[in-house]
Nanobody, 124 residues
Framework: QVQLVESGGGLVQAGGSLRLSCVVSGRTFSSRPMGWFRQVPGKEREFVAAITWLLGTTSYADPVKGRFTISRDSAKNTVYLQMNSLKPEDTAAYYC?????????????????WGQGTQVTVSS
């Protein structure tokens, strides 16, 4: 059974940093990229970043470019999201997910395994 477990969320002041982790267990998905999404209550879940396991190729949503960095540790089956210069508008529940395909998607329906999420709250 595939399981994704996120951690690292919390409360931080604007301008601060957090690092989220997502540990994948149950199976290895070396050919399927990982993504981070976020969701605010009442709004749709939105793409944040994605990474491929083999080459570490990355992609970012425009609002987080230059502030967030996605990385992976294949030996630990873990994907990270380093978030710097956080803003109040980054407040959301953050989810990691496994792509259905061999390429990363920017859309929720492109992913078929999801974690339970970790809350990030940025105070002004």
């Amino acid at each position: 059974q595939v399981q994704l477990v996120e951690s690292g969320g919390g409360l931080v002041q604007a301008g601060g940093s957090l690092r989220l982790s997502c540990v994948v267990s149950g199976r290895t998905f070396s050919s399927r990229p990982m993504g981070w999404f976020r969701q605010v209550p009442g709004k749709e879940r939105e793409f944040v970043a994605a990474i491929t396991w083999l080459l570490g190729t990355t992609s970012y949503a425009d609002p987080v470019k230059g502030r967030f960095t996605i990385s992976r540790d294949s030996a630990k089956n873990t994907v990270y999201l380093q978030m710097n210069s956080l803003k109040p508008e980054d407040t959301a529940a953050y989810y990691c997910a496994i792509s259905k395909y061999s390429y990363y998607s920017f859309y929720v329906d492109g992913y078929d395994y999801w974690g339970q999420g970790t809350q990030v709250t940025v105070s002004s």
